[in-house]
């Protein structure tokens, strides 16, 4: 069970970034409702990480450093949306959206790690 929950995360959250980085590739024209993409509990990810099945699949540190992770994320995802969504002239995106690659990829490496000790 553990395994199938750290897959459906990972998918969840690749499935989230995707979406985002293609409406600023202007692939996709998705309207980002400012106070979902702020609010690190309304993807499908930051509910799992509410839920207590979380802290037990994870453990206890790996899940505190998602979520402090997973935060961030959605911040830097609320002030490209603004900007997004009224696309602004000049968007000065390049350096926050590598910033999100890297948490992105911190996040998914400690769900794998979390995903090998379950084998």
């Keep these: ?5 750290i897959d459906a995360a990972i998918l969840a959250h690749r499935g989230w970034v995707s979406r985002f980085k293609t409406a600023f590739d202007g692939i996709n024209t998705e309207h980002f409702e400012l106070d979902r993409t702020v609010d690190h509990s309304a993807c499908d990810l930051g ?16 899940h505190d450093r998602i979520v402090a992770l997973h935060e961030r994320f959605h911040l830097i995802c609320g002030v490209l949306a603004a900007q997004l969504n009224h696309r602004q002239g000049g968007l000065h995106y390049q350096e926050p959206l590598a910033e999100l690659d890297t948490i992105s990829k911190a996040i998914v490496s400690i769900l794998l790690q979390a995903r090998e000790l379950q084998d």
């Design 47 to 62: 509910w799992w990480l509410r839920q207590v099945d979380s802290v037990h699949v994870l453990g206890r540190e790996p």
């Design 1 to 5: 069970m553990g395994n199938e929950t």
